[in-house]
C-alpha cells in the first residue's frame, strides 16, 4: 500500500511533466509561425518584348483571346473529333496524370514530417538464464545450484520523438514539394499542349498527302492520254518513236512519286493512331468525306507577349522548379542549427525475479516512463553542410536562368511560327497564280502538239511544271495550317480543357485503389493550379491521409 507522501510526490511530477508539455508544445506553435532560414523565392526579372514583331500586319489581332478550344478555328469536325479522343486515351498524358497523383503522395510524405516524426508501439518477452554468482537486476546472486537460475521481463509501451521544427526546415520542405506537385501538373499540362498540337499536325499533314496523292493519280491520267497521243502519231508516222519514250519516261516519274507519298500517309496515319492511344490501325471510319486540308482563319489572336508567362504550362513548370529548389536552400541551412526534440517513452513491465509475476505488468503500479527534451548540433560537420547549402544554393540559380531561358525560348517559339503562318499565305497566293498559268500552259501545248505546231518536248515540259505547281501549292497549304498550329502551340493554348477535370481516367483510378489504399487523393478532381509561385501565400497543406 503507498503512502500519501509518495502519491502526492507521483502527482507532482505528473503535474510538472505536464507544464512542461503544455510549454514545449506552446513554443513549438510560436516557432511554427515565424522563424524560417533560407531565402523567400523572388521571381527573377525576364526580358518581354512588349508586341510581337508582325503585329502591325491585318492578320494579326494582338487582343487578348481564348485559346480553349483553339482548334475549333479550323471549322473540321473530324479535327474536334480526334483530339476529344486522344485527350481521353492518350497514353503519355496518363503517364504525366498518373505522375501527379504520386507527386501530391510525396507532399504527403514531407506534410507528416511537421508531426511527431516518430511514434512507435512496443513490445517484448525475454528468458534470461544467469550463471550462479551472475547479476540480476544490479544485484548480486547468491544461489548455489549447479544450473544457475533463469527469469523473465516482459513490457509494452509507447515511444515518441517529435523534432520541433524550430529553423523552419520542415516548412521549407513542404513548401518545396508543394511547389514540385504544382510543376508537375504544369507538366501535365504542357503534355497536352504538345498533345493538341501533335493530333492537329497530324490530321493536316494527312489530309496534305492525301491532296498531293490525288493530284500524283490525276496527272497519272493526264500523262497516260499524252502518251496515248504519242503513241498514237507514232504509229501514223507524223512523230517519231522518241516522243512516246519521252512520254513512257514522265508517266513512271509520275507514278514512282505514289509509292513515297502512300509511305509518308500511312506512317502519318500510324503515328495519328498512337496518339489516339490505338495501335496502326486504319481509320477510314473516323475520316468521312472528301479529303479537305483545314483552312486557317483570316486572322490569328496572339495576344501580348507578357501573357506567354501566365498562360505556357513549360513557363510555370520552370518557375515552379525553382521556386521548390530555393526552398531546399532553407532546408540544408537549418543543419547548420541545433535541432530541438521533445522524446517520451511509456508503458508497464514486469519480471518474475523473487515474488514478482509477470501478469504484474497490467498492475498501475508497475508503470515507467520517460520524457525530456534533447539537442543535437552538428557542430564538427568539417564544412559538409555549408558546401551542401552552396550546392543548393547553385542549382536554384542554374533553375531561375533555365526560368529566364525558358520564356526567351517561348517567344522565338510564337515568333517563328507566325512569321512562317504569314510567310506561307504568301507563298500559297503566288503559287496559285503559277498553277493557274502551269494549267493553261498545258492546255496550249496539248492543243498545238496535237495540230503540228510544237513538238511533245514542250508538253513534257509543261506536265512536269504543272505537277511541281500543283504538289507545291498543296504542301504549302498544309503548311500555312500547321503553322498556326505552331501559333497555337508556341502560345501555350489547349491545357485548359482539363480544368475541372481528373488528371487519371475512372478505370486507372479504380484499378489503383483496389491495389492500394490511395485515400482521399484518388477522389479529388483537378488540383487548382497556382498562377505563380512568386509573392504566394505558400500554405502549408494538411496531408492526405
Not at 279 to 296: R, S
Not at 534 to 544: H, K, V
Amino acid at each position: 500500500m503507498r503512502t500519501a507522501t509518495e502519491l502526492n510526490c507521483d502527482e507532482t511530477r505528473a503535474n510538472r511533466v505536464g507544464r512542461l508539455v503544455w510549454l514545449v508544445a506552446g513554443l513549438a506553435m510560436l516557432v511554427l509561425g515565424c522563424t524560417m532560414v533560407g531565402p523567400d523565392y523572388v521571381r527573377p526579372p525576364v526580358q518581354v518584348e512588349q508586341t510581337w514583331l508582325d503585329t502591325g500586319d491585318k492578320r494579326v489581332h494582338t487582343a487578348t483571346a481564348e485559346y480553349k478550344n483553339w482548334w475549333q478555328a479550323f471549322k473540321d469536325p473530324a479535327l474536334n473529333q480526334l483530339i476529344d479522343t486522344a485527350y481521353r486515351e492518350n497514353l503519355t498524358l496518363r503517364i504525366a496524370g498518373v505522375r501527379v497523383l504520386g507527386a501530391r503522395a510525396q507532399l504527403g510524405i514531407v506534410t507528416g514530417q511537421l508531426y511527431p516524426q516518430s511514434q512507435q508501439a512496443t513490445g517484448s518477452l525475454q528468458k534470461q538464464r544467469v550463471s550462479p554468482g551472475g547479476v540480476v537486476g544490479g544485484s548480486p546472486q547468491s544461489s548455489s545450484s549447479f544450473g544457475g537460475m533463469s527469469l523473465a521481463q516482459s513490457q509494452i509501451g509507447l515511444t515518441a520523438s517529435w523534432e520541433i521544427d524550430f529553423w523552419g526546415k520542415f516548412r521549407r520542405a513542404i513548401q518545396s514539394a508543394d511547389a514540385s506537385l504544382q510543376a508537375t501538373i504544369a507538366d501535365y499540362d504542357n503534355v497536352l499542349v504538345s498533345l493538341t498540337a501533335d493530333v492537329a499536325s497530324s490530321y493536316i499533314l494527312m489530309r496534305t498527302l492525301e491532296k498531293r496523292l490525288a493530284i500524283a493519280h490525276e496527272n497519272v491520267r493526264i500523262q497516260t492520254e499524252s502518251l496515248q497521243i504519242a503513241q498514237a502519231r507514232f504509229s501514223g508516222g507524223t512523230t517519231s518513236e522518241r516522243d512516246v519514250e519521252q512520254a513512257k519516261t514522265i508517266l513512271a516519274n509520275t507514278q514512282a512519286t505514289i509509292p513515297t507519298i502512300e509511305t509518308q500517309l500511312r506512317q502519318t496515319k500510324n503515328a495519328l493512331s498512337v496518339l489516339l492511344g490505338l495501335p496502326p490501325h486504319d481509320l477510314a471510319n473516323l475520316f468521312k468525306g472528301k479529303a479537305v486540308i483545314p483552312a486557317p482563319p483570316p486572322q490569328v489572336a496572339v495576344g501580348i507577349p507578357a501573357e506567354l508567362i501566365r498562360r505556357r504550362p513549360d513557363i510555370r513548370a520552370a518557375e515552379f522548379r525553382a521556386a521548390a529548389q530555393c526552398d531546399q536552400i532553407g532546408v540544408s541551412k537549418a543543419q547548420l542549427f541545433p535541432a530541438f526534440s521533445l522524446t517520451g517513452t511509456f508503458g508497464p513491465q514486469a519480471t518474475d525475479v523473487g515474488t514478482a509475476t509477470l501478469a504484474d505488468m497490467f498492475n498501475w503500479r508497475n508503470r515507467a516512463g520517460s520524457m525530456g527534451p534533447t539537442v543535437q548540433w552538428n557542430i564538427l560537420n568539417y564544412g559538409q553542410i555549408t558546401n551542401s547549402v552552396r550546392f543548393q544554393d547553385a542549382k536554384f540559380q542554374e533553375l531561375l536562368i533555365t526560368y529566364q531561358n525558358t520564356v526567351l525560348k517561348a517567344q522565338q517559339e510564337v515568333e517563328d511560327s507566325l512569321v512562317a503562318f504569314l510567310k506561307a499565305q504568301e507563298r500559297a497566293s503566288f503559287l496559285s497564280d503559277s498553277t493557274s498559268a502551269a494549267m493553261r500552259s498545258l492546255e496550249l501545248a496539248v492543243i498545238q502538239y496535237r495540230e503540228g505546231i510544237t513538238d511533245f518536248t514542250t508538253v513534257l515540259t509543261a506536265q512536269q511544271a504543272l505537277l511541281n505547281e500543283q504538289d507545291s501549292l498543296a504542301t504549302t497549304l498544309g503548311d500555312i495550317s500547321r503553322n498556326l498550329v505552331g501559333v497555337y502551340r508556341a502560345l501555350g493554348g489547349g491545357w485548359e480543357i482539363r480544368e475541372g477535370q481528373d488528371f487519371v481516367p475512372a478505370e486507372i483510378r479504380e484499378t489503383m485503389a483496389k491495389r492500394t489504399n490511395w485515400g482521399r487523393l484518388l477522389a479529388p478532381a483537378a488540383v487548382a493550379v497556382a498562377p505563380s509561385p512568386a509573392g504566394q501565400g505558400r500554405l502549408i497543406r494538411a496531408p492526405d491521409w
